[in-house]
Antibody, heavy 122, light 107 residues
């Protein structure tokens, strides 16, 4: 059973960089066959896909966040990470890491982390 | 960008009811449509992928249909654990997006 667990600071100051890591257990990122994503949900709102990475390092970022987002992967630790720079209060959200199978059905999520609330405040 | 619009935004129903939630895409997305269920404080859970394929472990009272621009999620007989928020998601374009959600409440 695959499990994903987010970790990182729950409080970030405005203008700083939000950094989160997702640790994957029960499966190897380097085995391929999956995209590894970050998705966020503003309080009481809907879901926003931030971006995703393949084990090879190829990435896709949501154009609305692209200038501030970096997603990276560390296959030796079976982890992938999110960095979001120049944060404001509008970046306060629950951040989820997630797994998506590659294939003909497009990008959907079959496993999610539990989510971690990140608050941007001084 | 492809916009996804769900209706209704909220819905009240009773245990045992048959419920249908609709998702409309702003352009054709073939069958690249997925459905999720989210309960308060929890991560979403995949119910249906590729418009009508039931995810492993999901009860058969959930079903999905549609193609092109119009899609439906049907719950054939509501159970107490089904009261939640439901989201559709298009996976046709690289810039994937979710609908705004439908909150299903107990009548």
């Amino acid at each position: 059973q695959v499990q994903l667990q987010e970790s990182g600071p729950g409080l970030v100051k405005p203008s700083q960089t939000l950094s989160l890591t997702c640790t994957v257990s029960g499966g190897s990122i380097s085995s391929g066959g999956y995209y590894w994503s970050w998705i966020r949900q503003h309080p009481g709102k809907g879901l926003e896909w931030i971006g995703y990475i393949y084990y090879s390092g190829s990435t896709y970022y949501n154009p609305s966040l692209k200038s501030r987002v970096t997603i990276s992967v560390d296959t030796s630790k079976n982890q992938f990470s999110l960095k979001l720079s120049s944060v404001t209060a509008a970046d306060t959200a629950v951040y989820y890491c997630a797994r998506s199978p590659t294939g003909v059905a497009g990008m959907f999520v079959d496993y999610w982390g539990q989510g971690t609330l990140v608050t941007v405040s001084s | 960008d492809i916009q996804m619009t769900q209706s209704p935004s909220s819905l009240s129903a009773s245990v045992g009811d048959r419920v249908t939630i609709t998702c409309r895409a702003s352009q054709s997305i073939s069958s690249y449509l997925n459905w999720y269920q989210q309960k308060p404080g929890k991560a979403p859970k995949l119910l249906i992928y590729a418009a009508s394929s039931l995810q492993s472990g999901v009860p058969s009272r959930f079903s999905g249909s549609g193609s092109g621009t119009d899609f439906t999620l049907t719950i054939s007989s509501l159970q107490p654990e089904d009261f939640a928020t439901y989201y559709c998601q298009q996976s046709y374009s690289t810039r994937t997006a979710f609908g705004q959600g439908t909150k299903l409440e107990i009548k």
